[in-house]
């Protein structure tokens, strides 16, 4: 019995050690219309000497149903710049942008490549810089069977302003083209070392658990900058272990407390 509590302690402390490190998605991704700017939209700078529009990766992790989603960006704390504002965050069971790796996939938008099926609407002003975070509520799309559905389901960029921005980019949720299924909150942070926006919501009334991954979409409303990619979704059974361990654990110490 000692033996079997030691083994599932290392597992529980390992399981929660690797929890603990999130997974960082690069921004390799470009989009279509990007106006031959490239990664990024316009050359203003913030007062730290960074690009205002600049997304630099993603951190990504899931704690029991709990996700969690930080986007490490230049743009946290400058909502109202120009008219644009905070995005909204979309995601999917799997991830399937349109073109490569190799070329950014500048032909990705709105009519090709990942259906989205879930968006997380944030709640108050998200073009106001002085709003630091809040609640939000996650919809999933009533009707969401190919990409052609995703100018239904959110506004687009293009709509959105009328400074120069990337066309085609999902940036806000219709709320009613999709059911309330959870809620969740986010903050800014902007302290110019340190910038970025983060998202956690709560997965248990959700779809997006039960596949291998879970695909995610963020960018201000302009599109200057937009993210894409996948966080590999832990397996049931490295889930169901780290529970059996903690409830055998549990149960030990109980035993020697009686």
Known sequence: MKRLTKLLAATVVYSCAQSASATIIADNYIGADDHNWGDRIGNHTTSGGGYTFEIHNMEVDLVGTMLSVQ?????????????????????????NPAGSELNNYLIDDNTNGTTWTYGFSLDGNRYDANNMGGTGTLYKFTTANSSSDNANNAVLSDAVTSSTFRNGQEVIVRRDSGD???????????????????????????????????????????????????????????????????????????????
């Open 71 to 95: 986007i490490n960006t230049n743009y946290a704390g400058h909502a109202g710049l120009w008219g644009t504002g905070y995005g909204d965050l979309f995601l999917s069971n799997s991830w």
């Open 180 to 258: 309330a299924v959870s809620n969740g909150s986010w903050s800014i942070s902007n302290d110019d070392a340190d910038d970025y926006i983060v998202f956690n919501i709560d997965l248990a009334n959700t779809g997006l658990l039960t596949g291998d991954e879970i695909a995610l979409h963020w960018g201000m409303t302009c599109g200057n900058d937009t993210i894409e990619g996948a966080y590999a979704v832990p397996e049931p059974g490295i889930l169901a272990l780290l529970g059996l361990g903690a409830g055998i654990l549990g149960f030990t110490s109980r035993r020697r407390n009686s």
